[in-house]
């Protein structure tokens, strides 16, 4: 008879347990607008922000497809004076015409993830070639071979090109 006491016992708690949770409010219950469920809620999906280094990667990656001198342009920093932009625009351009799309690749370094050592040596690089603010290097390569560094200036618009002031051999 005693083992059919503690069944029963345990029977009735759990059933009682059962009947307690799904009277229970909700924790989120305070959440919610006045008169409505959370079933008649949707959450909002959370917009993501691109991060700018891939978006700038399609873009290129786009441009060396398809050439687009406008779009291209709207990739520059516009502080800059209007001369070293054409100059920077030609050169890029002469980088990604001929179908370079198969063959390119971009490498990026980040300042601001780079350890110190490393830090100091690209920081070095970009001062080489630019006098402009930048805190992002972008070495372009075709079939293996550096073509071009770009100088990246970061913006709330994501990754700008700031124009070189001189072309300086990759070491």
Same mark, same amino acid.
């Given at each position: 008879?005693?083992?059919?006491?503690?069944?029963?016992?345990?029977?009735?708690?759990?059933?009682?347990?059962?009947?307690?949770? &799904?009277?229970? $409010?909700?924790?989120?219950?305070?959440?919610?607008?006045?008169?409505?469920?959370?079933? =008649?809620?949707?959450?909002?999906?959370? $917009?993501?922000?691109?991060?700018?280094?891939?978006?700038? #990667?399609?873009?290129?990656?786009?441009?060396? /497809?398809? $050439? =687009? #001198?406008?779009?291209?342009?709207?990739?520059?920093?516009?502080?800059? =004076?209007?001369?070293?932009?054409?100059?920077?625009?030609? @050169?890029?351009?002469?980088?990604?015409?001929?179908?370079? @799309?198969?063959?390119?690749?971009?490498?990026?370094? =980040?300042?601001?993830?780079?350890? /110190?050592?490393?830090?100091?040596?690209?920081?070095?690089?970009?001062?080489?070639?630019? &006098?402009?603010?930048?805190?992002?290097?972008?070495?372009?390569?075709?079939?293996? #071979?550096?073509?071009?560094?770009? $100088?990246? #200036?970061?913006?709330?618009?994501?990754?700008?090109?700031?124009?070189?002031?001189?072309?300086?051999?990759?070491?």
């Amino acid at each position: 008879m005693k083992p059919l006491s503690v069944t029963v016992l345990l029977l009735v708690l759990a059933c009682a347990g059962v009947r307690s949770q &799904t009277d229970a $409010p909700d924790f989120r219950s305070d959440l919610l607008l006045p008169g409505a469920s959370l079933r =008649d809620q949707a959450t909002p999906p959370i $917009p993501l922000r691109p991060d700018p280094v891939q978006e700038f #990667h399609r873009v290129i990656m786009d441009l060396a /497809e398809t $050439p =687009d #001198h406008v779009r291209l342009q709207s990739l520059y920093w516009q502080g800059a =004076d209007g001369r070293s932009i054409a100059v920077s625009i030609q @050169r890029l351009e002469n980088v990604l015409s001929g179908g370079t @799309r198969s063959r390119l690749s971009l490498f990026f370094k =980040d300042l601001e993830r780079l350890p /110190e050592p490393s830090r100091e040596r690209w920081s070095r690089k970009i001062r080489q070639l630019t &006098t402009y603010e930048a805190s992002v290097l972008c070495l372009v390569q075709v079939d293996g #071979h550096v073509r071009v560094l770009l $100088p990246l #200036h970061r913006s709330d618009d994501g990754l700008l090109i700031v124009p070189a002031d001189r072309i300086v051999e990759n070491d």
